[in-house]
């Protein structure tokens, strides 16, 4: 996802809605159409638009020869050693030099992989210049997929246009992969049905750390992409799966957000279930979606999560609209 971007679409949704309250209700319909055209487009030039110029990359050491770097976008994993580097998710196109730089800065091997935990455009952004440096593109084969053909974003009201072949996956899996690679044994794990359909969780085995993409929200409420076959049920499930393959000392590697540890993927794990709980029970009793906002469920933990990128009535509709639990719940291993 441009899943940081949200300035510009909180700006449109605004805009939407106080148009809808002025205007009589014949021409509302009318209006609202060619507004929702008009924020489509003034969301497109604004991510064209967004200024990389004053952004930083920093680097943070999780393990021996094991980085998280941060700039705009998903969290970065840098994995360096005696066969070489590679990544976990790129950022924007804008910032690939200024991750090389940084990179560069820790260690001169050349970078042969990079791993897509999913395909949202803030973690897949710099595949391309990645891969016309030599990496290999590596990510579930639902990544390709959808990174190959038109999306639409329909609750950010936003399309995204397929990317260039340059960056797309060309090595891509379906349960599983594991590199053999700087002394460790990295496996990217899929997780059905979870933030997206295509999302993994990286492992690496050795080392102890775990770079769980954007199943692991670390500032609070996630984005739950419903729309890309994201759901609650999976996404509790992906954290179950990372919270098997933790122990007290793993490192752990959110999506978004600071480094944490098994503890913190826990929090995490309590907190999306009691706001299933809460969302569903309602559903259950027959509760219409815009009754379920109403009625405020997650009012209680709203101050502490909902103040950064996904907002109360946002996590509600994710939750509500989540498909039902899916019969392919992730195998152990
Ligand atoms: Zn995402």
């Known amino acids: 996802m441009r899943c940081l971007q949200e300035d510009c679409q909180i700006d449109s949704r605004s805009l939407v809605v106080s148009f809808a309250l002025v205007i009589n209700p014949d021409e509302r319909i009318t209006m609202l159409k060619s507004l929702i055209a008009g924020s489509l487009l003034l969301t497109g030039v604004a991510q064209a638009q967004q200024d990389f110029s004053s952004v930083t990359i920093r680097s943070e050491q999780v393990a021996e020869g094991i980085y998280m770097l941060q700039g705009s976008g998903g969290n970065i994993g840098l994995s360096f050693g005696e066969d070489g580097a590679f990544l976990i998710d790129d950022q924007y196109a804008p910032l690939s030099d200024k991750i090389m730089a940084a990179v560069k800065e820790l260690t001169d091997g050349e970078i042969r992989f990079v791993i897509n935990t999913h395909w949202h455009g803030d973690h897949t952004g710099g595949n391309e210049n990645f891969g016309n440096s030599g990496a290999v593109i590596v990510a579930h084969d639902n990544v390709h997929q959808r990174m190959s053909t038109d999306q639409v974003m329909a609750f950010f009201g936003r399309e995204v246009p397929a990317a260039p072949d340059a960056a797309l996956p060309v090595l891509t ?17 899929h997780t059905p049905h979870a933030h997206t359909d295509g999302d993994a969780i990286i492992h690496f085995s050795k080392a102890n750390v775990l770079h769980m993409g954007d199943v692991f929200f670390n500032i609070g409420y996630p984005f739950i992409d419903v729309d890309s076959g994201g759901g609650i049920h999976g996404l509790i499930d992906a954290v179950n ?29 309590d907190l999306l279930v009691t706001l299933r709980d809460s969302v569903l029970a309602l559903k259950a009793q027959g509760k219409s979606l815009e009754e379920t906002i109403a009625i405020k469920p997650t009012a209680a933990l709203d101050e502490k999560n909902g103040q950064a990128f996904i907002k109360a009535d946002q996590i509600v509709t994710f939750i509500f609209n989540s498909p039902e639990q899916m019969a392919d719940k992730p195998r152990s291993h």
Do not use: C, E
Not at 173 to 185: E, K, P, S, Y
């Open 173 to 189: 899996f379906n349960d599983r992969v594991t590199l053999r690679l700087n002394g460790d044994d990295v496996s990217a794990i």
């Open 241 to 269: 799966k990372g919270l098997m393959l933790a122990n007290d000392t793993t490192k752990v590697i959110p999506g978004h957000g600071p480094l944490t540890d098994r503890a913190g993927l826990i929090a995490y794990r």
